[in-house]
């Protein structure tokens, strides 16, 4: 399993932007497919967009679409959320996630690798 770190995350007014980097540990990253989730206070672990490995397919939300896009560096072993337009609704911990084998889908229990999260606020 490869182990993930995000970063990027903090307080921003909205209509801001920010980005999100999720760094994968070991050689095999371009072999995962890759997701970021969020989580808001009190409520359930929603996705948020996913990505193929090589980067050429992507998947969003409706809430996102449109203000946020995923994109990877198989190079440098990062995963990348550039995240526009941010709404207070957007507050929440953003998780990065790896699946080894299969498509990316909008399922947490189909990743088996988490980060820890990085909090992001957006202020109204």
């Known amino acids: 399993q490869v182990q993930l770190v995000e970063s990027g995350g903090g307080l921003v007014q909205a209509g801001g932007s920010l980005r999100l980097s999720c760094a994968a540990s070991?050689?095999?990253?371009?072999?995962?497919?890759m997701a970021w989730f969020r989580q808001a206070p009190g409520k359930e672990r929603e996705f948020v967009t996913a990505?193929?490995?090589?980067?050429?397919?992507?998947d969003y939300a409706d809430s996102v679409k449109g203000r946020f896009t995923i994109s990877r560096d198989n190079a440098k072993n990062t995963l990348y959320l550039q995240m526009s337009r941010l709404k207070p609704e957007d507050t929440a911990v953003y998780y990065c996630?790896?699946?080894?084998?299969?498509?990316?889908?909008?399922?947490?229990?189909?990743?088996?690798?988490w980060g820890r999260g990085t909090q992001v606020t957006v202020s109204s």
């Open positions: 996630a790896a699946r080894r084998w299969g498509n990316p889908t909008t399922r947490g229990r189909d990743y088996e690798s």
């Open positions: 070991g050689r095999t990253f371009g072999y995962y497919a």
């Open positions: 990505i193929t490995p090589s980067g050429g397919i992507t």
